[in-house]
T-cell receptor
Framework: DSGVTQTPKHLITATGQRVTLRCSPRSGDLSVYWYQQSLDQGLQFLIQYYNGEERAKGNILERFSAQQFPDLHSELNLSSLELGDSALYFC???????????????FGPGTRLTVL | KNEVEQSPQNLTAQEGEFITINCSYSVGISALHWLQQHPGGGIVSLFMLSSGKKKHGRLIATINIQEKHSSLHITASHPRDSAVYICAASDYNTDKLIFGTGTRLQVFP
């Protein structure tokens, strides 16, 4: 158990819908990262937050948005869902931002999103 | 050409064999991560390194900054090592992680 929790574990929804994925980082970790893993694209970095502020942005679609709240949990919002959004979404956390020596990341179990 | 390249894509080994997985990157990095993903999907961070060598049990990771190359070694491999191994580079300028495509390892008894 990494100490990072993600809810829900599984999510099945229809095209055009909107969903929210939630992540609680390890106690004491200030950085939260979101990743998408689809069959054809592999693991892709979406976005990183550090202590409530957006720190780095990857290949995140405009239909997706995220935020980190004052209690450091984070939510990833996916809207106008398409079939191609079906994937595993991972959250990870670290004490400091990823580039720093101490920035080892701890991954949550993932949320499997299926868009029908 | 991907910014992070891994080889081989697939690897099979007999229990006890010494295994090497390679990772080359073309971006400036602040750190290189090695991750392990088991068939159930869970991801575990194995190493994060910015220079030299790290060892944890039977796993060893090395990095050569000048050559932009890292290796993950598994000594005395075991069937429970069967997993996908992924290297990822922390881009020095943007701080985002860039992933390799992964190496699927199967170790047979």
């Amino acid at each position: 158990d990494s100490g990072v929790t993600q809810t829900p574990k599984h999510l099945i929804t229809a095209t055009g819908q909107r969903v929210t994925l939630r992540c609680s980082p390890r106690s004491g970790d200030l950085s939260v990262y979101w990743y998408q893993q689809s069959l054809d694209q592999g693991l892709q970095f979406l976005i990183q937050y550090y202590n409530g502020e957006e720190r780095a942005k990857g290949n995140i679609l405009e239909r997706f948005s995220a935020q980190q709240f004052p209690d450091l949990h984070s939510e990833l919002n996916l809207s106008s869902l398409e079939l191609g959004d079906s994937a595993l979404y991972f959250c990870a956390s670290s004490v400091v931002p990823s580039g720093r020596v101490e920035g080892e990341q701890f991954f949550g179990p993932g949320t499997r999103l299926t868009v029908l | 050409k991907n910014e992070v390249e891994q080889s081989p894509q697939n690897l099979t080994a007999q229990e006890g064999e010494f295994i090497t997985i390679n990772c080359s990157y073309s971006v400036g990095i602040s750190a290189l991560h090695w991750l392990q993903q088991h068939p159930g999907g869970g991801i575990v961070s194995l190493f994060m390194l910015s220079s030299g060598k790290k060892k944890h049990g039977r796993l060893i990771a090395t990095i050569n900054i000048q050559e932009k190359h890292s290796s993950l070694h598994i000594t005395a491999s075991h069937p429970r090592d069967s997993a996908v191994y992924i290297c990822a580079a922390s881009d020095y300028n943007t701080d985002k992680l860039i992933f390799g495509t992964g190496t699927r390892l199967q170790v047979f008894p």
